[in-house]
Nanobody
Framework: QVQLVESGGGLVQAGGTLRLSCAAS????????MGWYRQAPGKERELLAA???????NYAGSVKGRFTIDRDNAKNTMYLQMTSLKPEDTAVYYC???????????????WGQGTQVTVSS
C-alpha cells in the first residue's frame, strides 16, 4: 500500500512564502514523474508543476517564476517552494506521483490527501 502525505500548508499573507512537502511511503519499487496540483472552490483541479525522475521540470504560466518544484529521490519526497504568494493562490494543494510497487506491474498514479493554502490580502 502506497501513501502520499502532504504537509506545509497554512495561512500566509500576500507576498509571503510557503514550502509544501509530499512524502511517499509504502512498498515502492520506482518513483517516476511527480506533480503538484491545486483546486480552488468552484474550480477544476489544475496542474501547477511537474518533475520527472531525472529532474526536468515544467510549470503552469500562473506560477512560473514564483513556484519551484524539486524532489529528493532518496527520501521519496517532493517539494513545492511557493514565493510571492497571492490571494488567488488560495486552494487545496495536492501532490501526485507515478509509482511502481512491483516490477511485474505498471506504475500507478497516487494522490495525496491535500493541504490547504490560504493567502490573505
Amino acid at each position: 500500500q502506497v501513501q502520499l502525505v502532504e504537509s506545509g500548508g497554512g495561512l500566509v499573507q500576500a507576498g509571503g512564502t510557503l514550502r509544501l512537502s509530499c512524502a511517499a511511503s509504502g512498498s515502492i519499487v520506482s518513483f517516476n514523474a511527480m506533480g503538484w496540483y491545486r483546486q480552488a472552490p468552484g474550480k477544476e483541479r489544475e496542474l501547477l508543476a511537474a518533475i520527472t525522475s531525472g529532474g526536468s521540470t515544467n510549470y503552469a504560466g500562473s506560477v512560473k517564476g514564483r513556484f519551484t518544484i524539486d524532489r529528493d529521490n532518496a527520501k521519496n519526497t517532493m517539494y513545492l517552494q511557493m514565493t510571492s504568494l497571492k490571494p488567488e493562490d488560495t486552494a487545496v494543494y495536492y501532490c501526485n506521483a507515478a509509482i511502481r510497487t512491483s516490477w511485474l506491474q505498471n506504475e500507478y498514479h497516487y494522490w495525496g490527501q491535500g493541504t490547504q493554502v490560504t493567502v490573505s490580502s
